[in-house]
């Protein structure tokens, strides 16, 4: 891992950093090694696939990085200042401030409109774009007045995505965005991500089991038993458009 991520253009700036982290569960007696000394660095503006089995510690690299979870022991930066060293305090403002968070489940208030829901947001955040702006961004600004139970699954996480860019965070986190929908609607959120990428030049990770959607990304990392096994740049991103499985 090291030796490949060295081979990167030294110009190029890294400001979300992991060193050697490791993650240790204890269930009763088990112990659960879930990272086994991880070392990564994310990219400005680049957009990253996290690909694995289900147990390869795919998400807890990425919660580590944004400041939901403790590494047992290694360490992790945000440009200069260390989230592993941070208090809850600081771990708030630093996930309020600088990380959108995307999960497989949409979790929106029923009883709130689209809007609303990425207002939630946006009344907290230091530096938030519009919340209408924000739906704009993922194609549902003509959805702003509808209610989640009045909207697809596919759109519903299309909110969930401009709840979370609203705030205009410097790193966007999608644990397995598309993992419960089907293709078609999978791809209407993927070209969102995209977007979103492309456009805010937000540094994105995404977290999938689908090997196909790898090729839409500028690196891969692949995860196995807790380690990045292989690290893959890809000469072009293939538009999320363009995929299907």
């Known amino acids: 891992m090291l030796a490949r991520e060295q081979s990167l253009p030294s110009e190029r700036e890294a400001p979300i950093r992991g060193r050697a ?13 879930a990272l086994r000394g991880v070392d990564v660095d994310l990219f400005a503006a680049e957009l990253v696939v996290l690909l694995g089995p289900s147990g390869s510690g795919k998400s807890t690299l990425l919660n580590i990085l944004g400041g939901l979870d403790a590494p047992t022991s290694g360490h992790a930066y945000f440009r200069d200042q260390e989230i592993t060293a941070f208090n ?41 774009m ?3 702006d924000a739906l704009d961004l993922v194609g549902l600004g003509d959805r702003r007045a509808h209610f989640p139970a009045q909207l697809s699954g596919g759109e519903q996480q299309r909110v969930a995505i401009a709840r979370a860019i609203a705030k205009q965070p410097d790193l966007l986190l999608c644990d397995e965005p598309t993992g419960a929908l089907d293709s078609k609607t999978g791809i209407l959120v993927l070209e969102a991500i995209e977007r979103i990428n492309r456009e805010l030049g937000t540094t994105t990770v995404l977290i999938t089991h689908n090997a196909i959607i790898a090729d839409m990304a500028d690196r ?25 499985w």
């Open 21 to 33: 982290l490791t993650k240790l569960y204890r269930v009763g007696e088990i112990e659960v090694r």
């Open 88 to 128: 809850q305090s600081q771990l708030t403002r630093y996930r309020r401030d600088h990380v959108g968070f995307v999960f497989q489940f949409y979790n929106l208030m029923p009883s709130l409109t689209a809007e609303e829901n990425v207002s939630l947001v946006t009344e907290i955040a230091a530096r938030a």
């Open 130 to 132: 519009p919340a209408a």
């Open 220 to 244: 891969v990392l692949a995860l196995a038993d807790g380690r990045i096994v292989d690290v893959r740049e890809n000469a072009s991103r293939r538009s999320a458009r363009d995929l299907s």
